[in-house]
């Protein structure tokens, strides 16, 4: 398993420094749903990066899930307001669309453009059964652990605030039922 850091992000055309302003947005809405999977293609050829077309969907079982409690669908915007260790947790083909108030934001000066750039504090958890715990949803990363997965002397915070959110909201059961009804019936067919 694996923590990826994005704390930087660098372009530049040439070596001149021009002139930015930044602006802080808070998001005002957050809502979790099943959408599914977006087509993809590679771009330049059979050995160019995948890309993806957002306006082409399949909704179906796309492979193994990772069994577990997962997030409910709705409103969580709760969950986006801090970096702490009360996180969205996404089954594949799950969606968050994310609504920011720009209204507040000042006009831009002549000939400027808006660029906008998402920070996001998280994690990935591998489901290669050759990972460990690779099956599983669990167990829950948080920002003090020393590693992943961690061992016998560490573990998700268990205080009162951290067990209303494991119930609040990660009340999403997944099972292995479904991949195994699409098996059975690709074979049947």
């Not at 530049?12 to 957050?30: E, M, Q, V, W």
């Not at 890309?51 to 709760?78: A, C, E, N």
């Not at 799950?94 to 006009?107: G, R, S």
Request: hydrophobic letters at 30%; charged letters at 25%.
């Amino acid at each position: 398993n694996m923590e990826i850091y994005w704390d930087h992000i660098f372009f530049a055309n040439d070596l001149s420094d021009p002139p930015f302003r930044s602006h802080s947005l808070s998001p005002c809405a957050a809502d979790l749903h099943y959408r599914g999977f977006s087509r993809t293609f590679r771009k330049g050829g059979r050995y160019g990066p995948h890309w993806f077309d957002y306006s082409k969907v399949t909704t179906g079982q796309k492979w193994r899930d990772l069994l577990g409690y997962y997030t409910r669908y709705g409103d969580v915007l709760p969950l986006l307001t801090e970096a702490d260790d009360k996180y969205i947790i996404k089954n594949a083909g799950d969606e968050t669309t994310i609504e920011f108030n720009a209204e507040d934001l000042p006009a831009l000066p002549e000939g400027w453009k808006r660029d906008f750039l998402i920070h996001s504090v998280g994690w990935v958890k591998d489901g290669d059964l050759n990972t460990a715990t690779g099956k599983m949803a669990g167990p829950l990363p948080f920002h003090g652990m020393t590693c992943y997965p961690y061992g016998p002397d560490e573990s998700y915070p268990s205080d009162i605030d951290h067990q209303n959110y494991l119930k609040e909201y990660n009340t999403r059961e997944v099972t292995a039922e479904n991949f195994h009804r699409t098996m059975l019936n690709a074979y049947e067919e």
